[in-house]
């Protein structure tokens, strides 16, 4: 496995795939066999074929969290399956028994989670950068399959409707993936290959190279719910919005991390686009308070503009941020140090935040109810700063409102 990508199926996790497995972690469903969840009924739920009682199956769906989330590899999950097939006298499964039984059955669970939370990231990733292109790669396995390594470099439009069935992986042990380019040039820079034609009968129910119950784009309705969770948190009133993500899009924020990162770059590398980023939300008991202080944000929603990323970094002219510190901002606007509001007589209100950093603190601007053209009203990341304690202090003296932390 030469592609960094696909090495952190099994290495390095990565927030999507994290996010991506979570999202099954509350809806365990027991099961007696392997088909009884089909295809896309995956995304939203977690299930070990024959593991019927609830409390074993939490257990093992941890063991896989842990995988996923440590990187630990698949000896460490062995150990773990054992040790929870002892303590709950499960008997009777598939591979029990021998050695060699044991290790295909917990390769073929380790494998096929990892393999499936990975490309629902992924997929997600890759809807977020909106890339124009994606691209079929084979992952390299030393028994190929035919049918997939024919597809290899396949270069197609990302709404093709080959997608929908041939999103890989497309069976048991398949370690094929996608990659996204925004140009033809650029496709082919990372693998594609532009002789390479669609497979015959690629559009069948059941194409010939997909393993039963695999004809499916694994994640597709997970980055669907990404969407919705985003939509949902734009036009919900703030207090039922800011309610929905403490519950329950706390996790899909995380996941955003990457694509953001990739919003970052895009965003210092060409002119402004008018193009715009869901970063965060707006905690519930922020928007309590500020509402006992007589401003009501609109929306829950905190959404960063590409033209505001270039002022804050291309046009700063004293204090700028670390850019490293402000690719990471989805997970730090989780936990401000310090939040302020500055309620104005005249123009939009904001939130103020403030996160330490070493020496002093890094500033996040957030306007309230800011009016974007073509977007309408949205609480906007306006600009980003490093402030000093006197800073904060001469804030509060001008009369802004502690909400969240102390000086």
């Given at each position: 496995m030469t592609e960094p990508g696909l090495r952190a199926v099994f290495r390095r996790p990565f927030a999507e795939q994290v996010a991506a497995f979570r999202l099954r972690l509350d809806n365990l469903i027991p099961t007696q066999a392997w088909d009884d969840l089909w295809q896309a009924?995956?995304?939203?739920?977690?299930?070990?074929?024959?593991?019927?009682?609830?409390?074993?199956?939490?257990?093992?769906?941890?063991?896989?969290?842990?995988?996923?989330?440590?990187?630990?590899?698949?000896?460490?999950f062995r150990r773990d399956f054992r040790a929870l097939v002892e303590s709950h006298g499960w008997h009777g499964w598939t591979g029990e028994g021998t050695k060699a039984g044991e290790a295909w059955r917990t390769r073929v669970i380790y494998r096929t989670n990892m393999r499936?939370?990975?490309?629902?990231?992924?997929?997600?990733?890759?809807?977020?950068?909106?890339?124009?292109?994606?691209?079929?790669?084979?992952?390299?396995?030393?028994?190929?399959?035919?049918?997939?390594?024919?597809?290899?470099?396949?270069?197609?439009p990302s709404d093709h409707p080959f997608w929908?069935?041939?999103?890989?992986?497309?069976?048991?042990?398949?370690?094929?993936?996608?990659?996204?380019?925004?140009?033809m040039r650029a496709a082919q820079r990372r693998g594609g290959k532009p002789d390479v034609q669609l497979p015959e009968g690629w559009d069948d129910p059941a194409p010939e190279g997909i393993d039963t119950g695999w004809a499916y784009a694994p994640g597709a309705s997970v980055a669907d719910l990404i969407t919705t969770m985003a939509q949902k948190l734009r036009v919900l009133p703030a207090t039922i919005g800011a309610d929905l993500m403490a519950s329950a899009g706390l996790t899909i924020l995380r996941a955003r991390a990457e694509a953001f990162d990739a919003f970052v770059t895009r965003a210092l590398s060409n002119p402004p686009r008018g193009e715009h980023f869901t970063v965060g939300a707006l905690k519930p008991h922020w928007i309590a308070q500020a509402q006992a202080a007589g401003v009501t944000p609109h929306s829950a929603e905190i959404t960063?503009?590409?033209?505001?990323?270039?002022?804050?970094?291309?046009d700063a002219k004293v204090s700028p941020l670390d850019l490293g510190w402000y690719r990471q901002l989805p997970q730090h606007l989780l936990a401000p140090d310090l939040v302020l509001l500055e309620a104005r007589a005249e123009g939009e209100p904001a939130f103020l935040m403030f996160f330490n950093i070493p020496g002093s603190h890094a500033k996040i601007v957030i306007r309230l109810n800011y009016r974007v053209k073509k977007l309408g009203m949205r609480n906007v990341i306006q600009t980003g700063s490093v402030a000093s304690d006197r800073d904060i202090a001469s804030l509060i003296g001008r009369g802004a409102v502690i909400i969240e932390g102390s000086v």
């Open positions: 009924q995956h995304d939203r739920a977690f299930m070990v074929a024959g593991a019927t009682k609830a409390d074993l199956l939490a257990d093992l769906a941890l063991a896989v969290d842990k995988a996923i989330t440590e990187g630990t590899g698949i000896e460490a499936t939370s990975y490309a629902a990231g992924r997929m997600a990733q890759l809807r977020e950068a909106g890339f124009r292109y994606w691209i079929y790669r084979h992952g390299g396995s030393m028994e190929p399959r035919q049918a997939h390594l024919a597809i290899d470099g396949l270069i197609l929908d069935r041939w999103s890989p992986p497309n069976g048991w042990g398949c370690s094929c993936y996608v990659v996204g380019a925004h140009t960063v503009l590409d033209r505001n990323i270039a002022h804050t970094f291309r």
